[in-house]
């Protein structure tokens, strides 16, 4: 039993908390066991004492442990084309809760605390996809507490009612609006959620961390998706030809050979295999207040022709042209509930050893 310590021991030895000792077991750092009549898993101690040398016996030492380092997040998860947040399935959030209500959960905080202040003129004069962005970084530069990452969730909730007032055409009281807002709040490790816990890795601050996820985030094949579905509904809306409306809006040959709906903005998934949740969710809430909505016809007629599932994007297309919202609403929505998923996962990433990020030299130049 001399070999064998336990979880409380193993986690103090490493200086990690309980869940970042099961992780590396989950990959393979370490191995537990568990015997009859103890209430812990029990670890070896020699692995334990390996480890712990390997993180605090210098530089080279130290990559050579951070070589095993993976991201993990409890913050959501995907289970057979289902969302979870926290444990939760998404439309069981969305039922549940508001947006206010559903990031409180998810960052797993009641009170806010205080945004830097900063003049924020120049986001509320830029282009309605760029407010949240420039205002985030605006309030980094003017941030006497930049480099704090304490408190990271109660920030980010006082966050929230600054960004909201940057963008009032969005309608984000609007109930259908909320819940997409909701369902945008993560999708899994995604490219901004990924940026941002880079970021975070580095030990960039809470703001810097995000303004690092929204520039992911800005990308044609992520945030800036939604703006090609509600030009491609636009276009079927407005009485053209499906085919050329499609053909209008697909995206280059080569990334529509990289995405899983072909290149037609608003189909297909990279993740979903079959319907997003996320688009359900929000469509079955246009459907139980408009039915005869002029954009659920088009949609229709678009996925007969299509023949793929409907991803969040289309979904959330739905809504802006029913509620008369600006193209790009449905950016800055993705901008908006990301930042929950973002910040949590960026709160997360602090809880865990620095991650150097390397890519492999294959050959070369060195």
């Known amino acids: 039993m001399d070999r064998w310590i336990t979880t409380s021991e193993a986690a103090a030895r490493l200086g990690v908390k309980r869940g970042t000792l099961y992780s590396y077991v989950s990959r393979g750092v370490l191995h537990s066991r568990r015997m009859p009549g103890q209430a812990e898993s029990l670890f070896d101690r020699t692995q334990v004492e390996s480890l712990a040398a390997a993180k605090h016996d210098g530089r080279r030492e130290a990559q050579r442990l951070l070589r095993f380092r993976a991201v ?26 508001d947006f206010a209500g559903a990031a409180r959960f998810v960052l797993r905080a009641d ?21 949240i962005p420039l205002a985030v970084a605006l309030m980094a530069a003017q941030d006497p507490l930049r480099g704090d990452r304490t408190a990271v969730a109660e920030r980010a909730l006082g966050l929230l009612p600054v960004l909201a007032g940057l963008v009032p055409e969005v309608r984000l009281d609007h109930p259908w609006v909320d819940a997409l807002a909701t ?3 993560d999708n899994g490790l995604a490219a901004s959620t990924t940026a ?5 890795s580095a030990r960039a601050g809470p703001l810097d961390a995000l303004v690092a996820g929204y520039a992911a985030m800005s990308g044609v094949l992520h945030g800036g998706a939604p703006a090609a579905a509600y030009e491609l509904l636009g276009r079927v809306l407005g009485g ?13 040959r080569a990334i529509s050979d990289a995405v899983a709906g ?13 319907d997003d949740p996320r688009a359900a969710v929000v469509l ?12 659920l016809r088009a949609m229709r007629l678009l996925v007969e022709r299509v023949g793929r599932p409907v991803n969040i994007d289309l979904a959330g297309a739905v809504v802006a042209h029913v509620l008369g919202l600006p193209a790009r609403a449905t950016e800055v929505l993705f901008q908006y509930g990301r930042t929950v998923g973002m910040a949590a996962h960026v709160a997360e990433e602090y809880d865990e050893a620095p991650l150097r990020w390397r890519a492999t030299n294959t050959g070369g130049d060195r």
């Open 183 to 185: 369902c945008l709040i």
């Open 262 to 274: 072909g290149g037609v903005p608003g189909f297909g998934h990279v993740i979903y295999t079959g």
């Open 284 to 295: 079955d809430r246009v459907r139980a207040d408009e039915p005869d909505a002029p954009a």
């Open 72 to 97: 993990t997040t409890r913050v959501s998860a995907l289970h057979e084309d289902s969302l979870y947040l926290r444990g939760r399935p998404v439309a069981a959030v969305c039922a549940e809760m």
């Open 240 to 252: 053209g030809d499906i085919d050329r409306a499609i053909s209008g809006t697909v995206l280059d």
């Open 196 to 200: 941002a816990r880079v970021a975070a």
């Open 111 to 131: 009170t806010a605390a205080s945004p830097p202040r900063a003049d924020l003129a120049p986001a509320r004069a830029a282009a309605l996809e760029r407010r």
